[in-house]
């Protein structure tokens, strides 16, 4: 039934949205239990120091306050370090060098925010007048927050376990190869590259509700987790807080994460051991000041990067070298990001024979850094967008022209750092946003700018990422902790309807929508029939969780799974009871149907009879209820064109964005009105990040942007309308042929804007953000005489 | 402690609260109306828009004491008998909202902006203009925009028919 109103490709408006719009949506500090008590942190202010003393006597004396705990107690628990999921060796074989991170620092803090001490008291009110009352005293280390200084002979160190601040010194590709290809090059485009560190800001702050049960040693915790599984995995395993069974994580309805909910943070396992501690259950809510210092951040990467070009300007090999700012210490999958996300990708949609890359990564005062919306992929993307536009400019061709003159057109595609495209259309999308844009007339445009005052400036960005992550045994080969697959269950009940039950998990991504829209297709069953369960380890069985929009391509194909065993199992009943033979039943509209006759009987009487079990085919079972679990094949590769206008007041440095054309390639959409949004919300982060957003740190490790009266998070009237449009190469590795969509808009906008702005003013030596100020200061530099005017 | 008493969705409250309990902590605590979200810590976000007295207020910037006397409606009191009110419909509609942390704010926002303007339709520039103190970070803004567009349209059409 494909275009039908309520199944794969219709416009179906969300079923989630109800209790959003009507203030009844319950995100975790919306719950309350009796007898709950406040959690408060007790956080350093100072970026690097030895903690001397804890003096809490005051505190412990204030009204409501029910314990003041800090980290020797929690040593003394058992309670365990931090992890970090991803291990990643260096070229010369040694693993990476981890630092202890302990959930209170009791000793040496390594960042402004890092929690020293907790309060619990009775209201929160009370708990953060007794935390003001914490007597810590310091003594203050040097600090060191940029990474290139953290590699420098005599800066501060950060941990024993890792000489000169460095993590690990990696490297992927040949670099014989690459070497000769440079030796031999035409043209060579040198650049050196910053990608500014961002704050990801979901508008929920985390939260976290624990409850210790004593009478059968069991936790339960409300949190703020893009995948409750994984939590409940890591505080068992890892930070030995309970068995599994005895820990129940539910991530009820969460506002926003972009990656950073992924992991699991010390106050979330601080709250669940001090429940069972003081005997209280103990909730925490996150204040922004406290996210902007304790979130993970995102991006904080330099590069050097150089472009070889043969005499008829064919890419012929690329040379990196990146040192990427980790913080003060490994988040879970922090050491995967500069890596394995991000080098992967530096061949883009282009036929590039020979690349190398290295990857320093650092430890400097700073707050930890992991995946945020797109994760590797912004910075590989950015990298070698701003590479091609600023090659193109170099050689005097037409940038469009350039790409085309290097795209990969066969598939599949091996390219010289792990990934094998294995399908994709670059001509397609590249020509469909120049169509729309109107590439040609864009001379037209800036002549007329020109003439009210403004520089008018188009710039290009061609991008692939990798979704879907991936197959399980790759990601293990490479590194990774754990599997990367997902798990369903479909339970059809005995009248009919039907709970899907997934180890995805919806943080505004509509999953209880386009789920239900995948079995309203396969079932021809109407949506309000299906209901989609998730984000509670007691109802559902494990699964991964949502991130690295995976949740299409690997979190719906186990759906699909399920539902084809679902469906095989109720033919093989429907044709019992019809007294046909299987291969001629067929299920069409939510009726199972023997082909050639007028015999049929609706899926509910099926379900029915499952159940009933009065009359099942010999040796049967009762029930119709199946469970499955999806490994993909692959990574998918999402990809496109984005196309972005500006015009730059000359007088300010400010830059309007006049147009913005996406085409993406995302494979089959399940619902077209979601993945739009998708989109919108992707491009806003890759706009505000090349306009707006950096986290600015002093010399002294205090983080300047820590509010939003600081950070710029983009407003409704920084960004344009968007006009997007999409092209279709299926995906081959899953079974609907999908890809992902919710980090494109991130990964493939920051170099569009970069290039619009650098071709309007005629200089390339801009970095993000493009604030006007640095605008206005790079065309002073480039055009002394005009900007003195 | 201050007593403290108001018209909230219809209802009127009486409690006892901290003197420095604001108005939002009223709300989601003492009354345990927990639509209205806290986002930031400077009222910079808006997703703790409700309205008091008609107005649109940041309920993170104004103490319960003083919205004592006041009739405050709140994301649970906007729509009537069941019935979504016509920005709600839109919001929907339009795909305005992602995760709904601050959707909320943003609605009441909206309905105190169309308000404010006549009750007319809006242009996309005022729409935008006007959402300066309301931040996003799922949708763009894009269908916020379109959504907000659409409904003062919808209640501008509703106002002609009432004359």
């Known amino acids: ?789 | 402690m201050a007593e403290v008493s108001m018209v909230v969705n219809g209802r009127t409250v009486t409690r006892t609260v901290e003197d420095r309990t604001l108005l939002v902590e009223f709300l989601r605590e003492g009354l345990g109306l927990t639509g209205t979200h806290v986002g930031c810590d400077t009222s910079q976000c808006g997703a703790c828009v409700v309205h008091v007295d008609g107005k649109a207020v940041k309920s993170c910037t104004m103490l319960a004491a003083q919205a004592s006397g006041s009739d405050v409606t709140t994301i649970e009191g906007l729509a009537s008998g069941g019935e979504l009110h016509p920005v709600q419909a839109a919001f929907k509609e339009h795909h305005g909202l992602q995760c709904g942390f601050c959707t909320p704010g943003m609605i009441m926002a909206a309905v105190d902006m169309i308000a404010r303007h006549g009750g007319g339709a809006l242009d996309e520039a005022t729409i935008r203009a006007e959402l300066e103190g309301n931040i996003c970070r799922c949708t763009g803004y894009h269908n916020i925009v379109k959504a907000i567009a659409a409904a003062s349209e919808t209640m501008a059409g509703m106002k002609t028919a009432a004359e």
């Open chain 1, 1 to 789: 039934m494909a275009g039908s109103v309520e199944g794969i490709g219709a416009r179906v408006q969300r079923r989630e949205d109800k209790r959003f719009i009507t203030g009844k949506g319950r995100y975790t500090d919306d719950m309350a239990v009796a007898g709950m008590a406040h959690a408060v942190f007790v956080r350093s202010p100072h970026a690097h120091a030895r903690v001397v003393s804890i003096n809490a006597e005051a505190a412990r004396a204030m009204p409501g306050v029910i314990a003041v705990l800090s980290g020797q107690e929690l040593v003394a628990d058992g309670v365990g370090n931090l992890i970090c999921g991803w291990m990643i060796h260096s070229k010369d074989g040694s693993p990476m060098k981890m630092g202890a991170w302990r959930a209170l620092e009791s000793e040496h803090v390594r960042h402004v925010g890092q929690a020293v001490a907790v309060v619990i008291a009775e209201t929160r009110a009370q708990a953060r007048d007794a935390a003001d009352a914490v007597e810590v005293e310091y003594e203050p280390l040097p600090a060191v927050v940029d990474a290139l200084d953290a590699l420098k002979e005599g800066a501060p160190q950060l941990h024993e376990e890792a000489p000169g601040n460095l993590i690990y010194d990696w490297e992927i590709g040949d670099a014989a190869a690459t070497e000769a290809a440079f030796a031999s090059a035409a043209h060579v485009t040198r650049m050196e590259i910053r990608n500014n560190r961002l704050v990801p800001n979901p508008m929920e702050p985390r939260a976290a509700l624990a409850r210790y049960d004593e009478a059968d040693e069991h936790y339960t915790l409300w949190t703020t987790s893009q995948n409750p599984h994984v939590a409940r995995l890591v505080l068992s395993a890892f930070y030995n807080i309970a068995p599994e069974h005895k820990l129940r994580v539910i991530a009820p309805d969460v506002g926003g994460g972009f990656g950073s909910k992924i992991y699991i943070y010390p106050e979330e396992m601080v709250c669940l051991w001090a429940s069972k501690k003081t005997g209280v259950p103990v909730k925490w809510t996150c204040e922004r000041t406290e996210a902007f210092l304790t979130d993970a951040h995102g991006r904080d990467h330099y590069s050097e990067a150089e472009m070889a070009l043969d005499g008829e300007n064919r890419i012929t090999g690329l040379r990196v070298k990146t040192v990427a700012n980790l913080g003060a210490y490994m988040s879970l999958f922090s050491s995967s990001v500069p890596t394995y996300l991000y080098a992967t990708l530096l061949s883009g949609q282009y036929a590039i024979p020979a690349i190398h890359c290295n990857v320093k990564t650092v430890y400097t005062n700073t707050v930890p850094v992991d995946a945020y919306r797109g994760a590797g992929r912004p910075e590989a993307t950015y990298l070698l967008e701003r590479m091609m536009e600023t090659a193109a400019r170099e050689v005097g061709m037409d940038p469009a022209e350039f790409r085309r003159k290097n795209f990969i057109r066969s598939f599949p595609h091996q390219t010289p750092v792990i990934m094998c495209y294995d399908a994709g259309d670059y001509d397609a999308s590249l020509e469909a946003a120049l169509s729309a844009i109107d590439y040609a007339g864009f001379a037209g445009r800036k002549a007329e700018a020109a003439r009210r005052g403004k520089l008018r400036g188009i710039g290009l960005s061609c991008y692939i990422e990798a979704c879907g992550i991936a197959p399980s045994q790759a990601v293990g080969s490479l590194g990774a902790g754990v599997g990367l697959w997902e798990s369903a269950e479909v339970r059809v009940n005995p009248v009919g309807t039907i709970e899907v039950l997934t180890g995805s998990h919806s943080h505004g991504q509509g999953h209880e929508t386009t789920f239900a829209q995948l079995v309203a297709e396969r079932f021809g069953v109407g949506l309000d029939t299906v209901a989609i369960v998730h984000g509670d380890t007691d109802k559902v069985q494990f699964g991964m969780g949502t991130y690295g929009s995976r949740s299409g391509a690997v979190g719906m194909s186990a759906i699909v799974k399920a539902l084809d065993k679902v469906e095989a199992k109720a033919k093989r009943i429907a044709a019992h009871l019809l007294e046909a033979s299987e291969g001629d039943i067929a299920l069409e509209g939510g009726t199972f149907k023997v082909a050639g006759t007028d015999k049929e009987l609706p899926f509910f009487q099926v379900a029915l009879a499952a159940y009933t079990a009065h009359n099942l085919p010999a040796g049967m079972e009762p029930g119709l209820k199946e469970g499955a679990f999806y490994d993909p094949t692959n990574f998918t590769f999402p990809a496109g064109t984005y196309v972005c206008e500006v015009e730059v007041d000359p007088e300010t440095g400010k830059v309007e964005i006049v147009d913005f054309v996406a085409a993406d390639d995302f494979g089959t959409i399940i619902n077209p009105m979601i993945v739009e949004g998708q989109v919108h919300g992707g491009l806003t982060q890759g706009i505000g990040q090349a306009l707006l957003e950096n986290a600015s740190y002093d010399a002294d490790g205090q983080l300047l942007s820590a509010s939003y009266m600081d950070y710029t998070m983009p407003r409704a009237d920084d960004v344009p309308s968007y006009r997007l449009m999409t092209t279709v190469t299926a995906c081959p590795g899953n079974p609907l042929g999908m890809k992902g969509c919710g980090e494109a808009g991130a990964i493939g906008s920051p170099p569009a804007v970069m290039n619009a702005i650098t071709d309007a003013i005629g200089t390339n030596a801009l970095e993000m953000p493009a604030t006007p100020q640095a605008v206005w200061a790079a065309l002073k530099a480039a055009r002394p005489a005009q900007a003195a005017e």
